[in-house]
């Protein structure tokens, strides 16, 4: 079973869509939680940690849900500069990071 | 803001030469990290380091090795390239292990 698991798209979204992702992971033990964000030909780049509580960042909103193991990502009023591919991250104890394999995210004019 | 330089951002090299993936970080991050992308198959950890001179193996070790002589400077070693190690390889630093830091990648073919 992989350990974090996401649906690799591509999302393709109308400017000023709302598009939500999910993400499950299968290690209860996880403690921390992150989505990344990478662009084409770039290299990941943290977009935000995912807190118990949910928390927003601008248009972007994470949730979490332990007791279902899974992360979700929500992003208000798509722009085009929003194309990317989205990583959801675990983190258990003292391990290396857990990377999904990422959900492509297209925002079309 | 902290920088991961790595020293190629394309390489060519033959089946059977001994490659060096040079990666080096300025903020005096303690972890390192080297990860290869492939599509459809995403990031894999090959190896880390939590300190100098110590290295752990990550999933996808077979075929490579690593060096941490200095803190700021993590190499990735492919003692005899082979064509299913053709990828983009990517390097980075963290200081407690969550936000990672990103070199630009190398990606490198190997005929």
């Known amino acids: 079973r992989k350990e974090v698991e996401q649906d690799p798209g591509p999302f393709n979204v109308p400017e000023g869509a709302t598009v939500a992702f999910n993400c499950t992971y299968s290690?209860?033990?996880?403690?921390?939680f992150f989505w990344y964000r990478q662009d084409c030909r770039k290299e990941p780049k943290l977009l935000m940690s995912v807190y118990s509580s949910g928390n927003e960042d601008g248009r972007f909103t994470a949730q979490l849900n332990r007791a279902s193991q899974y992360i979700s990502l929500l992003i208000r009023d798509s722009k085009l500069s929003d194309s990317a591919t989205y990583l959801c991250?675990?983190?258990?104890?003292?391990?290396?990071?857990?990377f999904g394999k990422g959900t492509r995210l297209s925002v079309i004019a | 803001d902290v920088k991961v330089t790595q020293s190629s951002r394309y390489l060519v090299k033959r089946t059977g030469e001994k490659v060096f993936l040079e990666c080096v970080q300025d903020?005096?991050?303690?972890?390192m990290f080297w990860y290869r992308q492939d599509p459809g198959l995403g990031l894999r950890l090959i190896y880390f380091s939590y300190d100098v001179k110590m290295k752990e193996k990550g999933d996808i070790p077979e075929g490579y090795s690593v060096s941490r002589e200095k803190k700021e400077r993590f190499s990735l070693i492919l003692e005899s390239a082979s064509t299913n190690q053709t990828s983009m390889y990517l390097c980075?630093?963290?200081?407690?292990?969550?936000?990672?830091?990103f070199g630009s990648g190398t990606q490198l073919s190997v005929l």
């Open positions: 290690n209860s033990a996880s403690q921390s």
């Open positions: 991250v675990v983190k258990v104890g003292n391990t290396p990071l857990v």
């Open positions: 903020m005096d991050h303690e972890n």
């Open positions: 980075a630093s963290s200081q407690g292990g969550e936000k990672l830091f």
